[in-house]
């Protein structure tokens, strides 16, 4: 993994850890070898590729109504 993709998916872990601390999720989880990333919403889990979990995040955190799948 490069330096700038480690930087980008501990932001990803950040804004999860933010969430569920708000509990605006109920878990999360890192999957480096797929790289992907479990996010549990509305007691479902969901698969997103780090770049989707952090779109998803920082919407869910900082504004935009969430209205996923």
């Known amino acids: 993994m490069k330096g700038t993709e480690a930087v980008f998916r501990n932001e990803v872990r950040h804004l999860a850890e933010e ?6 999720i109920s878990g999360y989880g890192d999957v480096p070898e797929n790289n ?8 479902k889990p ?5 770049e989707e979990a952090h779109s998803f995040l920082a ?7 969430v209205n996923l799948i």
Do not use: M, Y
């Open 59 to 65: 919407d869910l955190l900082f504004g935009s109504n």
């Open 36 to 43: 992907e990333f479990q996010i549990v919403f509305q007691g």
């Open 46 to 50: 969901r698969h997103f590729t780090v």
């Open 19 to 24: 969430a569920f601390h708000r509990k605006l």
